[in-house]
């Protein structure tokens, strides 16, 4: 009513007035003429690259075994020969951080992926059949969100062992009100869509607007969201670590290198500073470029570039 | 010749974009003298606004540049002075007020807090003294219980409220002069009459100058004295008011006032629309930046700058042809008066369709015009509405008393096959609710609607979903309302694959008929909507309504949005289809001149309630209630208050809680206790002509 | 007005409930029980485990030993731990101050650097500031906690010794888990506050502040940011509830009392009343913080003051 | 007795008799302490003792409760020493003292003990100590009410007390046991007074009243434990020289469980000494002039692997020997500890009573001997280098617990690493839940436990057989002649023949690879060089009555 009206004299200003398209171009002149901060997502970009490759060809990268015990070269610091110097048990620190990165990123990946599918679901019912349904199960994400993620996590793993699934299960379930939550919302702002109006205003049955326009438009940001969520999983990840929830494999994860090599520091400080780094590194590239992500599917934001 | 106040000299302004640097605006010209209003008149891209804008240096706030040229307020060359001293003429000598009050103000402070903030920026003094002040000034520029309004938000005012509170605060640095950027696009035709109208009193009381940027020639006619017509950034012509309008000598500026369906354009005949829109930044066209869309475009054209060539008493246009294009102007002027009504106030006799001679052409027109009515009334009805209720629930559970927001309350129409009927009202009518439905896109609250005499109902699934087949709509937002990842073969495909059993490769033929037949290219079909233009949108849009064979329309302001010049192109497509295709349609619109244009019968509407239907000519010429008269007297660029012309004050109510008895009883001059306690039936005046009013004028 | 009231807190109620119903199916799938690991398996007899499986009322039946805890609950008794047998009221109540303090203080750090680095970088946009608060707010965010804390201790206590690296007595001990935790709240805020930032800065009302000559700061901080924190509320509500739960790590690490330590070490040995005690309290934080975040919007935002209700 | 700590005792042997305390940080641990060693240069400087001061200990983990009747951590055992004393104390040498009790005697058929108490003595709330006091003490114990665990196993067989007079107690006991006496000095059988406990019950844990040179002020969890000194005191053992009441005026135990902090903690100054130091740390704290190191060899059993005999194939010797020949100890221990840890190489440690020295240097790493024995069984290499039978894997299932406690998580990554030479596939679980994993499921190829613990009988509780009804053992060793050579030595009174019975235990042990022995554990303190007189019992329990703060 009124702010349908108001709306079309907005949208008329803009299309009138001058600043019409020049204020367009500002603005998104503004946003993009940030060349300097794109160095860094740049950077960001190869440290991602690489941080795949290494998950993925580990033995191309990695000049030694990782899970090989030098125990005549216990505790060196870095050299040539070892470029990140070796641990307490002479493995070589540099071979077993990128080792290690496949299950650290896979630790990320999946329980973002659980904890994505798992949350989206339930937002999406919640967003879309709305009613009861919908407060029921929002109460029950309320709850989830009141037990601490931390104690969800820890009793998940204590009930189900401290294998690396059931950590990656812990990380997911404690995600899900999260990830929940947002559907929930984009599926609700979807559904007020002038398109999804339009769509119904043309018969459209509601299972096909469902799957041909909400799903697919709400889908975004909880994919930007989840981007984020691969750094804070594998934070969370260390976080079990260091609770003593972790899993001793021959090859580390990076939370578990960091929160066993963590009594080393002050004397041998590059056994936890270098695995502390690739966790920094990887999640501070994911959050630069998901945050340049997310800037762009923002609608709010997308509508000046 | 006074020195001007403000002097603007080959300014030219860059934008700092990502793909480098654009030029917004190359090389104007013009000045201001004091008491002065000039208006800058342009359609998007034009400029116009980030040409004010630096005049206050904002654009540097806004990556832009001033990249040459020079602004002078009075003595003062300011293109270059730094931000602090610019800060304190700002709001002091020269103060802004802008096209959206309610998003001009920042809506966490009361407006009193708003206003004494300006004043302690620019004076010393006491928080209290300055608060007094700020009364008075909201007492001055005509707020009720100014105390009140001091102490409240923005979101508390309404939109006309909130002009006046901002124009107050632009005044409370007692500029010398007050740059009004679209101050009333966003208000209601009758709300901008009272700030137009406040805003001259004001400028002859305080001697101000005003630079009043618009893309409405009736506004513009209105208010100037001199007009700057500004296209893709340059200066297109400039000169008096009475001669820009009364004899142009740009193509542009002669397409722009062809373009408007003006009160005396034949109905149903095609505007004269400009070709095309109106260029972007970043692709500029050589030579002159018309000439794509010019009818007088040569070589010269589109190889060299046209000046900006001085003809006569401070009048210059910068055209290679513009003697050639002034004669054609006039012919056409002379055939068709196309801006007659747009006489500027002070200079001109009065005119428009109240006065005698221009009612006389109006008759005469209609004589002219192909008569459907008679056909019409005969034939059946095809859409009916009875006693159409929708009310909204506001706030209310858990005990709060529930309220409802009357939107549409007991409505009766019926709109006759092959009609296009106008529905016209201001904001918070419920015309865009009663669109939504007679097409049934929500439930009502009360009474039905008739589709060929069955009822039609949104809680009947089965057949409700097959009556979208004949049931389609053109929306007011063609961008809001396509799905951003669709490209628009699949846009226009989507009630294909709902209502018919087509396969692909038929489907893919059938949209590109469909595009060819709204004038885009059926190439164009894997292209996304961000890639189009707003008025191709909006074709976009025309082009799925009308995909699965509709037998009506509903159009709710689906022009509102567009260029002056494209929204021509669009009115003229839809009265193209609605012909071709036989269609009965509801137009929906604010911009009376529009509806009028296209409409075969209208429909006034006011909080509410309908409160007068006629054939569109009998509704202008002879309207019965003074609701629509007084929105007709609104149309800005009228005359002045002819003794039959009625002018409104205050706002519409609330529709939360209408007045009891006339709903129109609180603004209507003419008001007695009867219209007070007794609502007035919906009574037939004249033939086919009703309105809901005791004393029917 | 009441009754809204009565309706947030009959659903505040039900989420607490439902919480620690939660916790106490999941402990009793649990596989073992607390006994095992009260007590060393080698040298104590079978029959004396049992008799304190007997003792601790955990032979009883599912049903029988929810519906007692839920009864002794309203009557206001939490039980008492299993492990050190004393009441879980004041065991809790004890160490929540020093949780409290740690997440206001966290919070505190949060709020101050988030929204600081925040507003720098959005004033700043584009150029080296913008891209250095960014990266050391996104710093917060990518780092585990327990290292930041543990480099903390290194750098302060060990090597400059400037702060303690213990205890939970005394402001100066407050100062480094403070600083590790809310430097992890950090991050987020300065994301949010920088975008709803350059959100404000490009509404309209920006320009006609300009207009009316105020000056650039006065613009950015009482209007700009005013605006801005509206929609930086919400996330700072959740940040906070995010440093509660992220004390479990912190108070390990620098050796401080409080409940989230508790918890943890509560949840290892299965000692099911003082983790729902815990969860009891949690509970009633988040509904606290909740409630806190309305009240910051009903104080920036007289919009909501006035309507009495949140958009 | 007095007791001075040299150097020269450091991993000495002692000959001592038995009893039962925790150390380490577990639950689970019996333990005797021996031996200790204070590096650093604290002893040297001994000079008049400074009255005052406030002596802040960092302990790695929190006692769960002050209660030693119902304390289940050694940990807890460390305050006790301030607040309480017990009956006997156990000499540097091993042999029994006099404390509380100043005479005992057994009787002929060895069911009852007659001891003399100590006049004179008070609670800390006025109580006087006396039989009465002590006969509830042990009755309380065996009253399942109280809920008592670790000291009602010390306590065992105990079966009731005569009060004889005032200051005379006679005790019970159900069977003849010679390990029982010796455990009347542990901590856990501290005398608490009788008046608080029946006052306070269940909360007498965190009020708790004793007859020790140090009060209790107050039990902030999780932060700190209080104590302040008992100007009263002046029944002291002879354990600390100082028999009177102590020179420190406060005593605070501050609960540090990252080792970071606690080390860090020392270095900044934060505390006075911080217990249980890393292996890396040792060797840095021992070049570093700002701080002392002190170290005492636990005695008892040591870091032990155990097989689980019901475990296919591990119930067959040859799969063990090969494990035994194929994992190098040595260099476990050297890697991992860096030198500051002995290697084990007995069932027993070094200095407890029976220790069979002969087992040191016997076996040796041999891969081919390792290889050539699983060749023998019919274990074959696979492709991927990993042995089967009739398509079965040679896994060995190791499971150790979690948090990693003395790195023996680390311990279980290098044997992991070592047996993959000779085709073992070995699947590590490190679990929270030990108690759950190994006492309830007994699902584990090889775990690993030790105790700390002054008398060899501790090996009954270890590979004696069991009974259908009582809890089997690690192992599961079931065989009737080290039953009888078990049982002999708990009732030989004749020092010599027990020991040769617990030697030929030992050696069945080793022969049969029943056990991988690891490491003896060191108790560790830092300590700031203010402090002077820090000593440890033979347990390994700090001493604090002997302790001041030099200026």
Request: glycine share 10%; charged share 20%.
């Given at each position: 009513?009124?702010?349908?009206?108001?709306?079309?004299?907005?949208?008329?200003?803009?299309?009138?007035?001058?600043?019409?398209?020049?204020?367009?171009?500002?603005?998104?002149?503004?946003?993009?003429?940030?060349?300097?901060?794109?160095?860094?997502?740049?950077?960001?970009?190869?440290?991602?690259?690489?941080?795949?490759?290494?998950?993925?060809?580990?033995?191309?990268?990695?000049?030694?075994?990782?899970?090989?015990m030098n125990t005549a070269a216990i505790l060196q610091?870095?050299?040539?020969?070892?470029?990140?110097?070796t641990d307490y048990f002479g493995r070589?620190?540099?071979?077993?951080?990128?080792?290690?990165?496949?299950?650290?990123?896979?630790?990320?990946?999946?329980?973002?992926?659980?904890?994505?599918?798992?949350?989206?679901?339930?937002?999406?019912?919640?967003?879309?059949?709305?009613?009861?349904?919908?407060?029921?199960?929002?109460?029950?994400?309320?709850?989830?969100?009141?037990?601490?993620?931390?104690?969800?996590?820890?009793?998940?793993?204590?009930?189900?062992?401290?294998?690396?699934?059931?950590?990656?299960?812990?990380?997911?379930?404690?995600?899900?009100?999260?990830?929940?939550?947002?559907?929930?919302?984009?599926?609700?702002?979807?559904?007020?869509?002038?398109?999804?109006?339009?769509?119904?205003?043309?018969?459209?049955?509601?299972?096909?607007?469902?799957?041909?326009?909400?799903?697919?438009?709400?889908?975004?940001?909880?994919?930007?969201?989840?981007?984020?969520?691969?750094?804070?999983?594998?934070?969370?990840?260390?976080?079990?670590?260091?609770?003593?929830?972790?899993?001793?494999?021959?090859?580390?994860?990076?939370?578990?290198?960091?929160?066993?090599?963590?009594?080393?520091?002050?004397v041998a400080?590059?056994?936890?500073?270098?695995?502390?780094?690739?966790?920094?590194?990887?999640?501070?590239?994911?959050?630069?470029?998901?945050?340049?992500?997310?800037?762009?599917?923002?609608?709010?934001?997308?509508?000046?570039? | 010749?006074?020195?001007?106040?403000?002097?603007?000299?080959?300014?030219?302004?860059?934008?700092?974009?990502?793909?480098?640097?654009?030029?917004?605006?190359?090389?104007?010209?013009?000045?201001?003298?004091?008491?002065?209003?000039?208006?800058?008149?342009?359609?998007?891209?034009?400029?116009?606004?980030?040409?004010?804008?630096?005049?206050?240096?904002?654009?540097?706030?806004?990556?832009?540049?001033?990249?040459?040229?020079?602004?002078?307020?009075?003595?003062?060359?300011?293109?270059?002075?730094?931000?602090?001293?610019?800060?304190?003429?700002?709001?002091?000598?020269?103060?802004?007020?802008?096209?959206?009050?309610?998003?001009?103000?920042?809506?966490?402070?009361?407006?009193?807090?708003?206003?004494?903030?300006?004043?302690?920026?620019?004076?010393?003094?006491?928080?209290?003294?300055?608060?007094?002040?700020?009364?008075?000034?909201?007492?001055?520029?005509?707020?009720?219980?100014?105390?009140?309004?001091?102490?409240?938000?923005?979101?508390?005012?309404?939109?006309?409220?909130?002009?006046?509170?901002?124009?107050?605060?632009?005044?409370?640095?007692?500029?010398?002069?007050?740059?009004?950027?679209?101050?009333?696009?966003?208000?209601?035709?009758?709300?901008?009459?009272?700030?137009?109208?406040?805003?001259?009193?004001?400028?002859?009381?305080?001697?101000?100058?005003?630079?009043?940027?618009?893309?409405?020639?009736?506004?513009?006619?209105?208010?100037?004295?001199?007009?700057?017509?500004?296209?893709?950034?340059?200066?297109?012509?400039?000169?008096?008011?009475?001669?820009?309008?009364?004899?142009?000598?740009?193509?542009?500026?002669?397409?722009?006032?062809?373009?408007?369906?003006?009160?005396?354009?034949?109905?149903?005949?095609?505007?004269?629309?400009?070709?095309?829109?109106?260029?972007?930044?970043?692709?500029?066209?050589?030579?002159?930046?018309?000439?794509?869309?010019?009818?007088?475009?040569?070589?010269?054209?589109?190889?060299?700058?046209?000046?900006?060539?001085?003809?006569?008493?401070?009048?210059?246009?910068?055209?290679?042809?513009?003697?050639?294009?002034?004669?054609?102007?006039?012919?056409?002027?002379?055939?068709?008066?196309?801006?007659?009504?747009?006489?500027?106030?002070?200079?001109?006799?009065?005119?428009?369709?109240?006065?005698?001679?221009?009612?006389?052409?109006?008759?005469?027109?209609?004589?002219?015009?192909?008569?459907?009515?008679?056909?019409?009334?005969?034939?059946?009805?095809?859409?009916?509405?009875?006693?159409?209720?929708?009310?909204?629930?506001?706030?209310?559970?858990?005990?709060?008393?529930?309220?409802?927001?009357?939107?549409?309350?007991?409505?009766?129409?019926?709109?006759?096959?092959?009609?296009?009927?106008?529905?016209?009202?201001?904001?918070?009518?419920?015309?865009?609710?009663?669109?939504?439905?007679?097409?049934?896109?929500?439930?009502?609250?009360?009474?039905?609607?008739?589709?060929?005499?069955?009822?039609?109902?949104?809680?009947?699934?089965?057949?409700?979903?097959?009556?979208?087949?004949?049931?389609?709509?053109?929306?007011?937002?063609?961008?809001?309302?396509?799905?951003?990842?669709?490209?628009?073969?699949?846009?226009?495909?989507?009630?294909?694959?709902?209502?018919?059993?087509?396969?692909?490769?038929?489907?893919?033929?059938?949209?590109?008929?469909?595009?060819?037949?709204?004038?885009?290219?059926?190439?164009?079909?894997?292209?996304?909507?961000?890639?189009?233009?707003?008025?191709?949108?909006?074709?976009?849009?025309?082009?799925?309504?009308?995909?699965?064979?509709?037998?009506?329309?509903?159009?709710?302001?689906?022009?509102?949005?567009?260029?002056?010049?494209?929204?021509?192109?669009?009115?003229?497509?839809?009265?193209?289809?609605?012909?071709?295709?036989?269609?009965?349609?509801?137009?929906?619109?604010?911009?009376?001149?529009?509806?009028?244009?296209?409409?075969?019968?209208?429909?006034?509407?006011?909080?509410?309630?309908?409160?007068?239907?006629?054939?569109?000519?009998?509704?202008?010429?002879?309207?019965?209630?003074?609701?629509?008269?007084?929105?007709?007297?609104?149309?800005?660029?009228?005359?002045?208050?002819?003794?039959?012309?009625?002018?409104?004050?205050?706002?519409?109510?609330?529709?939360?809680?209408?007045?009891?008895?006339?709903?129109?009883?609180?603004?209507?001059?003419?008001?007695?206790?009867?219209?007070?306690?007794?609502?007035?039936?919906?009574?037939?005046?004249?033939?086919?002509?009703?309105?809901?009013?005791?004393?029917?004028? | 007005?009441?009754?809204?009231?009565?309706?947030?807190?009959?659903?505040?109620?039900?989420?607490?409930?439902?919480?620690?119903?939660?916790?106490?199916?999941?402990?009793?799938?649990?596989?073992?029980?607390?006994?095992?690991?009260?007590?060393?398996?080698?040298?104590?007899?079978?029959?004396?485990?049992?008799?304190?499986?007997?003792?601790?009322?955990?032979?009883?039946?599912?049903?029988?030993?929810?519906?007692?805890?839920?009864?002794?609950?309203?009557?206001?008794?939490?039980?008492?731990?299993?492990?050190?047998?004393?009441?879980?009221?004041?065991?809790?109540?004890?160490?929540?101050?020093?949780?409290?303090?740690?997440?206001?203080?966290?919070?505190?750090?949060?709020?101050?650097?988030?929204?600081?680095?925040?507003?720098?970088?959005?004033?700043?946009?584009?150029?080296?500031?913008?891209?250095?608060?960014?990266?050391?707010?996104?710093?917060?965010?990518?780092?585990?906690?327990?290292?930041?804390?543990?480099?903390?201790?290194?750098?302060?206590?060990?090597?400059?010794?400037?702060?303690?690296?213990?205890?939970?007595?005394?402001?100066?001990?407050?100062?480094?888990?403070?600083?590790?935790?809310?430097?992890?709240?950090?991050?987020?805020?300065?994301?949010?506050?920088?975008?709803?930032?350059?959100?404000?800065?490009?509404?309209?009302?920006?320009?006609?502040?300009?207009?009316?000559?105020?000056?650039?700061?006065?613009?950015?901080?009482?209007?700009?940011?005013?605006?801005?924190?509206?929609?930086?509320?919400?996330?700072?509500?959740?940040?906070?509830?995010?440093?509660?739960?992220?004390?479990?790590?912190?108070?390990?690490?620098?050796?401080?009392?409080?409940?989230?330590?508790?918890?943890?070490?509560?949840?290892?040995?299965?000692?099911?009343?003082?983790?729902?005690?815990?969860?009891?309290?949690?509970?009633?934080?988040?509904?606290?913080?909740?409630?806190?975040?309305?009240?910051?919007?009903?104080?920036?935002?007289?919009?909501?003051?006035?309507?009495?209700?949140?958009? | 007795?007095?007791?001075?700590?040299?150097?020269?005792?450091?991993f000495?042997?002692?000959?001592?008799?038995?009893?039962?305390?925790?150390?380490?940080?577990?639950?689970?641990?019996?333990?005797?302490?021996?031996?200790?060693?204070?590096?650093?240069?604290?002893?040297?400087?001994?000079?008049?003792?400074?009255?005052?001061?406030?002596?802040?200990?960092?302990?790695?983990?929190?006692?769960?409760?002050?209660?030693?009747?119902?304390?289940?951590?050694?940990?807890?055992?460390?305050?006790?020493?301030?607040?309480?004393?017990?009956?006997?104390?156990?000499?540097?040498?091993?042999?029994?003292?006099?404390?509380?009790?100043?005479?005992?005697?057994?009787?002929?058929?060895?069911?009852?003990?007659?001891?003399?108490?100590?006049?004179?003595?008070?609670?800390?709330?006025?109580?006087?100590?006396?039989?009465?006091?002590?006969?509830?003490?042990?009755?309380?114990?065996?009253?399942?009410?109280?809920?008592?665990?670790?000291?009602?196993?010390?306590?065992?067989?105990?079966?009731?007390?005569?009060?004889?007079?005032?200051?005379?107690?006679?005790?019970?006991?159900?069977?003849?046991?010679?390990?029982?006496?010796?455990?009347?000095?542990?901590?856990?059988?501290?005398?608490?007074?009788?008046?608080?406990?029946?006052?306070?019950?269940?909360?007498?844990?965190?009020?708790?009243?004793?007859?020790?040179?140090?009060?209790?002020?107050?039990?902030?969890?999780?932060?700190?434990?209080?104590?302040?000194?008992?100007?009263?005191?002046?029944?002291?053992?002879?354990?600390?020289?100082?028999?009177?009441?102590?020179?420190?005026?406060?005593?605070?135990?501050?609960?540090?469980?990252?080792?970071?902090?606690?080390?860090?903690?020392?270095?900044?100054?934060?505390?006075?000494?911080?217990?249980?130091?890393p292996p890396q740390?040792i060797v840095?704290?021992?070049?570093?002039?700002?701080?002392?190191?002190?170290?005492?060899?636990?005695?008892?059993?040591p870091y032990?692997?155990?097989?689980?005999?019901?475990?296919?194939?591990?119930?067959?010797?040859?799969?063990?020997?090969?494990?035994?020949?194929?994992v190098d100890v040595d260099t476990i221990v050297k890697t991992l500890y860096l030198g500051t840890y002995e290697r084990a190489w007995?069932?027993?440690?070094?200095?407890?009573?029976?220790?069979?020295?002969?087992?040191e240097g016997?076996i040796a790493p041999?891969?081919?001997?390792?290889?050539?024995?699983?060749?023998?069984?019919?274990?074959?290499?696979?492709?991927?280098?990993?042995?089967?039978?009739?398509?079965?894997?040679?896994?060995?299932?190791?499971?150790?617990?979690?948090?990693?406690?003395e790195k023996r998580?680390d311990i279980?990554a290098m044997i992991?690493e070592q047996?993959?030479?000779?085709?073992?596939?070995?699947?590590?679980?490190?679990?929270?839940?030990?108690?759950?994993?190994?006492?309830?499921?007994?699902?584990?190829?090889?775990?690993?436990?030790?105790?700390?613990?002054?008398?060899?009988?501790?090996?009954?509780?270890?590979?004696?057989?069991?009974?259908?009804?009582?809890?089997?053992?690690?192992?599961?060793?079931?065989?009737?002649?080290?039953?009888?050579?078990?049982?002999?030595?708990?009732?030989?009174?004749?020092?010599?023949?027990?020991?040769?019975?617990?030697?030929?235990?030992?050696?069945?042990?080793?022969?049969?690879?029943?056990?991988l022995p690891i490491y003896v554990f060191p108790?560790?303190?830092?300590?700031?060089?203010?402090?002077?007189?820090?000593?440890?019992?033979?347990?390994?329990?700090?001493?604090?009555?002997?302790?001041?703060?030099?200026?």
């Amino acid at each position: 009513m009124k702010t349908s009206a108001g709306a079309a004299r907005r949208g008329a200003w803009r299309g009138r007035t001058g600043l019409g398209q020049a204020e367009n171009a500002i603005r998104s002149g503004k946003r993009l003429r940030l060349a300097s901060s794109d160095i860094p997502i740049g950077l960001a970009g190869i440290a991602i690259v690489f941080l795949v490759l290494c998950a993925l060809f580990p033995s191309w990268i990695a000049p030694y075994s990782p899970t090989d015990m030098n125990t005549a070269a216990i505790l060196q610091a870095p050299s040539a020969a070892h470029l990140f110097g070796t641990d307490y048990f002479g493995r070589d620190v540099f071979s077993l951080i990128v080792h290690g990165t496949k299950d650290s990123l896979l630790i990320g990946a999946s329980s973002v992926i659980v904890g994505v599918l798992i949350g989206a679901a339930l937002g999406s019912i919640a967003g879309y059949v709305g009613g009861k349904l919908d407060t029921v199960i929002m109460r029950v994400m309320d709850v989830l969100l009141t037990v601490p993620g931390i104690l969800l996590a820890l009793t998940i793993a204590a009930a189900l062992g401290p294998g690396l699934r059931n950590i990656v299960l812990a990380i997911a379930i404690s995600s899900v009100p999260g990830y929940a939550r947002v559907m929930r919302g984009q599926i609700m702002a979807i559904r007020g869509r002038g398109y999804v109006f339009a769509s119904r205003a043309i018969g459209a049955k509601p299972s096909f607007i469902l799957t041909k326009h909400v799903l697919p438009n709400s889908a975004a940001p909880l994919l930007v969201m989840a981007t984020l969520g691969l750094g804070s999983s594998i934070l969370a990840g260390a976080g079990l670590s260091f609770l003593g929830l972790g899993v001793l494999k021959e090859i580390p994860d990076w939370g578990a290198l960091l929160s066993q090599g963590r009594g080393y520091l002050t004397v041998a400080w590059w056994i936890c500073t270098f695995p502390g780094l690739a966790i920094t590194l990887f999640v501070l590239s994911i959050n630069l470029i998901g945050d340049r992500w997310r800037d762009a599917v923002d609608p709010k934001r997308k509508g000046r570039t | 010749m006074t020195q001007p106040l403000l002097e603007v000299k080959d300014l030219t302004i860059d934008v700092h974009t990502p793909r480098g640097i654009l030029t917004a605006v190359s090389e104007i010209s013009f000045d201001i003298a004091p008491g002065e209003t000039v208006c800058l008149v342009g359609e998007s891209g034009s400029g116009k606004t980030i040409a004010s804008k630096a005049i206050m240096r904002l654009t540097d706030y806004e990556n832009g540049s001033i990249a040459g040229g020079s602004i002078t307020l009075g003595d003062t060359p300011i293109e270059s002075l730094p931000q602090s001293v610019m800060r304190d003429l700002r709001g002091r000598r020269v103060a802004m007020i802008f096209q959206e009050p309610m998003a001009a103000f920042d809506p966490v402070f009361t407006i009193g807090s708003q206003i004494v903030e300006t004043m302690q920026a620019h004076r010393r003094g006491k928080k209290s003294t300055f608060w007094k002040e700020g009364v008075e000034l909201l007492r001055r520029v005509g707020i009720p219980e100014p105390e009140l309004r001091m102490k409240q938000v923005a979101g508390e005012l309404s939109g006309g409220m909130l002009q006046r509170a901002m124009i107050a605060m632009a005044l409370s640095g007692g500029p010398e002069l007050l740059i009004a950027d679209e101050p009333t696009t966003a208000l209601d035709v009758t709300i901008q009459a009272q700030i137009l109208e406040l805003l001259n009193e004001l400028k002859s009381s305080l001697n101000m100058s005003i630079l009043l940027i618009t893309h409405d020639l009736g506004v513009a006619a209105q208010m100037a004295d001199r007009i700057v017509v500004l296209y893709a950034g340059r200066v297109a012509e400039q000169g008096p008011a009475t001669d820009v309008l009364g004899s142009p000598r740009h193509p542009y500026t002669i397409g722009l006032l062809n373009s408007i369906a003006t009160l005396d354009s034949r109905r149903g005949e095609r505007l004269r629309a400009i070709e095309g829109s109106p260029p972007g930044l970043a692709e500029m066209p050589e030579g002159c930046r018309f000439h794509p869309r010019c009818a007088f475009a040569t070589d010269k054209c589109r190889e060299s700058v046209p000046p900006l060539s001085e003809k006569d008493n401070n009048r210059s246009a910068a055209c290679w042809h513009a003697d050639e294009a002034a004669a054609v102007a006039a012919a056409t002027h002379a055939e068709l008066t196309p801006a007659r009504h747009l006489s500027p106030v002070p200079d001109a006799p009065p005119s428009g369709m109240l006065h005698p001679a221009a009612s006389r052409q109006s008759i005469s027109s209609i004589h002219e015009a192909p008569v459907k009515e008679e056909s019409l009334s005969g034939s059946h009805p095809l859409l009916q509405a009875e006693h159409l209720k929708k009310h909204y629930p506001l706030g209310g559970g858990w005990g709060r008393a529930k309220r409802n927001l009357r939107a549409v309350d007991g409505v009766s129409l019926s709109i006759a096959e092959g009609e296009t009927f106008g529905l016209v009202g201001e904001s918070g009518s419920g015309k865009s609710t009663l669109g939504r439905l007679l097409l049934q896109l929500e439930p009502q609250t009360g009474g039905r609607v008739l589709y060929r005499g069955d009822e039609l109902s949104i809680k009947d699934k089965t057949h409700w979903r097959e009556s979208r087949r004949d049931l389609q709509i053109i929306h007011q937002d063609p961008y809001g309302t396509v799905d951003p990842r669709w490209s628009i073969g699949e846009i226009i495909a989507e009630p294909l694959s709902v209502h018919t059993e087509l396969n692909q490769a038929q489907r893919l033929d059938r949209v590109s008929e469909l595009l060819e037949q709204v004038g885009l290219k059926a190439s164009w079909q894997n292209r996304y909507p961000h890639e189009f233009s707003g008025g191709q949108r909006q074709r976009i849009g025309i082009a799925r309504a009308i995909a699965v064979n509709p037998k009506f329309i509903l159009a709710d302001e689906a022009v509102s949005a567009l260029d002056v010049s494209v929204q021509a192109q669009i009115v003229n497509l839809l009265q193209d289809l609605q012909q071709q295709l036989g269609l009965t349609s509801v137009f929906i619109a604010h911009g009376l001149q529009v509806v009028r244009h296209i409409s075969d019968r209208i429909g006034v509407m006011y909080l509410g309630k309908l409160v007068e239907t006629a054939p569109s000519e009998e509704l202008f010429r002879r309207p019965a209630h003074p609701y629509t008269r007084a929105l007709l007297s609104s149309i800005p660029g009228m005359s002045p208050a002819t003794p039959e012309s009625i002018s409104v004050q205050g706002e519409i109510p609330s529709p939360t809680n209408p007045p009891p008895g006339c709903r129109f009883h609180t603004r209507c001059p003419m008001a007695t206790d009867l219209c007070r306690n007794v609502e007035p039936a919906f009574a037939t005046v004249g033939a086919r002509h009703e309105a809901a009013c005791h004393y029917p004028l | 007005m009441l009754q809204a009231i009565g309706s947030r807190l009959f659903s505040s109620l039900l989420v607490i409930v439902g919480s620690l119903a939660l916790v106490f199916c999941i402990f009793y799938l649990l596989p073992g029980d607390p006994v095992l690991s009260m007590v060393d398996p080698t040298t104590v007899s079978p029959e004396v485990i049992e008799n304190l499986r007997e003792q601790l009322g955990l032979n009883r039946p599912f049903h029988e030993r929810l519906l007692a805890y839920f009864g002794d609950m309203l009557t206001g008794d939490f039980g008492r731990s299993l492990v050190g047998s004393e009441p879980v009221l004041p065991k809790i109540l004890h160490q929540v101050p020093s949780t409290l303090l740690l997440t206001a203080a966290s919070a505190l750090v949060a709020i101050v650097v988030g929204v600081t680095l925040g507003v720098l970088s959005a004033v700043r946009k584009g150029g080296i500031i913008d891209l250095s608060a960014r990266i050391v707010g996104l710093f917060g965010i990518s780092m585990p906690t327990f290292w930041s804390g543990i480099l903390l201790i290194l750098i302060f206590s060990v090597q400059l010794k400037w702060l303690p690296a213990m205890g939970s007595d005394g402001f100066e001990t407050l100062i480094l888990p403070a600083l590790a935790l809310g430097f992890v709240g950090a991050g987020s805020i300065v994301r949010m506050v920088r975008g709803s930032m350059l959100d404000v800065l490009n509404e309209p009302f920006v320009t006609t502040l300009r207009a009316k000559g105020l000056r650039e700061r006065l613009i950015q901080i009482k209007h700009v940011l005013r605006n801005a924190l509206i929609p930086a509320v919400t996330l700072i509500g959740m940040q906070i509830g995010d440093m509660l739960a992220g004390t479990v790590i912190i108070e390990t690490v620098f050796s401080r009392q409080g409940i989230g330590r508790i918890l943890a070490d509560a949840i290892m040995a299965k000692d099911l009343p003082v983790v729902q005690g815990i969860v009891f309290f949690t509970a009633i934080v988040y509904v606290g913080i909740n409630l806190l975040v309305d009240l910051s919007y009903a104080a920036i935002d007289p919009r909501i003051r006035r309507k009495g209700a949140r958009t | 007795m007095k007791r001075r700590f040299k150097p020269a005792y450091a991993f000495g042997a002692f000959a001592l008799a038995l009893t039962t305390v925790l150390a380490g940080c577990g639950s689970s641990s019996n333990s005797a302490a021996t031996a200790q060693a204070a590096s650093g240069s604290g002893t040297a400087t001994a000079s008049a003792p400074v009255q005052g001061g406030e002596f802040t200990y960092a302990l790695a983990t929190s006692p769960d409760t002050l209660d030693p009747r119902r304390s289940g951590l050694a940990v807890s055992v460390r305050v006790f020493g301030a607040l309480y004393d017990t009956l006997l104390v156990r000499n540097a040498d091993g042999s029994l003292g006099p404390s509380l009790a100043t005479e005992w005697e057994q009787s002929d058929d060895g069911l009852s003990y007659t001891l003399k108490l100590k006049e004179g003595v008070k609670f800390q709330d006025g109580t006087p100590f006396n039989a009465e006091a002590v006969k509830y003490n042990f009755d309380s114990i065996i009253d399942p009410e109280t809920k008592a665990a670790n000291a009602l196993a010390l306590l065992r067989p105990y079966k009731s007390s005569e009060v004889v007079d005032e200051y005379t107690i006679k005790l019970n006991l159900e069977t003849a046991s010679q390990a029982f006496l010796g455990n009347l000095s542990q901590g856990m059988l501290s005398i608490v007074s009788p008046t608080a406990a029946k006052e306070k019950g269940e909360d007498f844990g965190k009020n708790p009243i004793g007859t020790g040179p140090f009060k209790f002020l107050s039990w902030s969890e999780n932060a700190e434990i209080v104590l302040e000194r008992n100007p009263d005191y002046a029944w002291g053992s002879g354990e600390a020289k100082n028999t009177g009441a102590a020179y420190l005026d406060r005593l605070t135990f501050k609960i540090v469980p990252e080792e970071a902090t606690r080390i860090g903690g020392v270095q900044s100054g934060q505390v006075l000494a911080a217990e249980t130091v890393p292996p890396q740390n040792i060797v840095a704290l021992e070049s570093d002039p700002n701080a002392q190191l002190f170290k005492t060899n636990t005695i008892g059993l040591p870091y032990t692997l155990f097989f689980n005999l019901e475990k296919k194939p591990w119930d067959e010797l040859k799969a063990r020997q090969a494990v035994q020949s194929a994992v190098d100890v040595d260099t476990i221990v050297k890697t991992l500890y860096l030198g500051t840890y002995e290697r084990a190489w007995s069932s027993l440690t070094p200095g407890i009573l029976g220790y069979d020295e002969s087992l040191e240097g016997k076996i040796a790493p041999n891969l081919e001997k390792a290889n050539a024995l699983l060749d023998e069984l019919g274990w074959v290499k696979g492709a991927d280098g990993i042995r089967e039978k009739e398509g079965q894997r040679l896994t060995l299932h190791y499971v150790d617990g979690s948090p990693n406690r003395e790195k023996r998580n680390d311990i279980a990554a290098m044997i992991r690493e070592q047996l993959k030479a000779i085709g073992v596939e070995t699947e590590v679980e490190i679990t929270q839940d030990i108690a759950t994993a190994v006492y309830q499921n007994w699902d584990y190829d090889l775990y690993g436990n030790s105790q700390v613990n002054s008398d060899p009988n501790a090996l009954s509780a270890f590979y004696h057989s069991t009974k259908e009804s009582e809890r089997r053992t690690l192992n599961g060793l079931s065989d009737p002649e080290v039953d009888k050579w078990l049982e002999e030595a708990g009732v030989e009174k004749d020092e010599a023949k027990r020991t040769e019975l617990y030697k030929k235990v030992q050696r069945y042990i080793s022969d049969q690879a029943l056990i991988l022995p690891i490491y003896v554990f060191p108790y560790t303190v830092a300590a700031a060089k203010s402090v002077q007189g820090l000593t440890f019992d033979p347990f390994g329990y700090p001493i604090f009555n002997d302790v001041y703060l030099s200026k």
